[in-house]
């Protein structure tokens, strides 16, 4: 990347949104059977079931924030590199704090509905944040980011066989006998991420589609309008969902409350 680069890119890429989008529906799928589960309107072991393709589709996302690192240098090319490492600084931070809140929000739902000792610590979107904060260094890397990227995988796995204390479970080494809600430790998914650099270098050079695609169908579109959002619909789908639910369970008398175990 040079510091100052002319012509900046200006097209948004149909297939990025739309594969974004996809990726959101298939969370909201995943926690609504949570959600079901919890209310005990459905089975638990539908939503256990459905939980060994959580990671699938989670890394699809961060896969492809991952490559919008990359196409958002391109529409940053008339500007210093080190305006657009701020950007996504400044956007990690963002992410990191609204994380945070969001935490707290559902380690108090948590104990209020369920009351187990698993309590939110560490969650997507704090892990998204610091994961692409994390990024910024490799980013000059282009397709090289790859080896980086292999590497942190690797050693997310590795650290995944160690216990310790509870201070260094945002590495993803956890306690003896305890694991969090909604946990996503900064390694392996900061690996994970910069794969998505790595794609993006590859098929996005400059922010620039190397590749033929035709237009987006209808479907497509819907997609990619939704996938336009993800933060919004982040922080909106479980309240909403949950509320409704919760209305619901009360008017039709299916369970007491409190909600109790899952």
Request: contains cysteine; charged residues 15%.
């Amino acid at each position: 990347m040079d510091d100052v680069c002319p012509a900046p890119v200006k097209e948004r890429y149909w297939e990025i949104d739309a594969i974004r989008g996809f990726s959101l529906l298939a969370m909201i799928l995943f926690h609504t059977v949570f959600l079901l589960g919890v209310f005990h309107i459905i089975n638990v072991d539908v939503w256990l079931r459905l939980g060994i393709y959580l990671p699938l589709g989670t890394s699809v996302f961060v896969i492809i924030s991952g490559t919008s690192l990359i196409l958002r240098h391109g529409r940053m090319l008339d500007k210093p590199r080190r305006t657009y490492y701020l950007a996504i600084l400044k956007r990690g931070i963002e992410i990191m704090l609204i994380g945070l809140g969001v935490s707290i929000v559902a380690s108090l739902l948590v104990l209020v509905f369920i009351n187990d000792g698993r309590y939110v610590y560490f969650n997507f979107l704090q892990m998204m944040g610091l994961s692409m904060i994390l990024c910024i260094p490799f980013l000059r890397f282009g397709k090289w980011s790859l080896i980086p990227a292999v590497l942190f995988f690797l050693l997310g796995l590795f650290l995944e066989t160690i216990k310790g204390p509870a201070w260094l479970m945002v590495f993803g080494i956890l306690p003896p006998d305890y694991y969090p809600r909604d946990f996503f430790p900064v390694f392996p998914w900061v690996g994970v991420m910069l794969f998505g650099v790595f794609l993006g270098a590859l098929l996005y050079p400059n922010g620039i589609r190397r590749y033929h695609l035709r237009s987006a169908g209808k479907i497509s579109q819907v997609l990619a309008l939704i996938g336009k959002y993800p933060l919004q619909i982040y922080l909106i789908h479980i309240p909403l969902i949950g509320t409704i639910l919760f209305i619901i369970v009360v008017l039709s008398g299916l369970c007491g409350f409190p909600i109790g175990y899952i």
